[in-house]
């Protein structure tokens, strides 16, 4: 991949972190830290936006996700451990060895 030279604004304490990382071998050069950082970004806002198109596509397929829904939609936790305790055995759980 070919290089650019970018000349750039940043906050100091930003520029402390990132020489203190070079400092302890975390990263072999300024450059290099930026770099990462903004390949980190890229790849934040490439999953944002695949997110986003999946949220997109489940609410054109099965309606709004609301912000009501997740209380509204299962019973309180006294209806659940009333009913469990009345109508259910205890769970047992298995893992293999």
Do not use: H
């Amino acid at each position: 991949m070919s290089k650019e030279r970018l000349t750039v604004t940043v906050d100091s304490e930003l520029i402390e972190a990132a020489n203190q990382a070079v400092t302890e071998g975390r990263v072999a050069s300024l450059s290099g830290w930026v770099n990462l950082a903004l390949a980190e970004r890229a790849a934040k806002e490439r999953r944002l936006r695949a997110l986003a198109e999946a949220v997109a596509a489940y609410e054109d397929e099965f309606g709004e996700i609301t912000v009501g829904c997740p209380g509204a939609c299962r019973p309180a936790k006294s209806d659940y451990r009333s009913s469990k305790e009345t109508t259910q055995e205890p769970m047992t759980v298995r893992t293999e060895t």
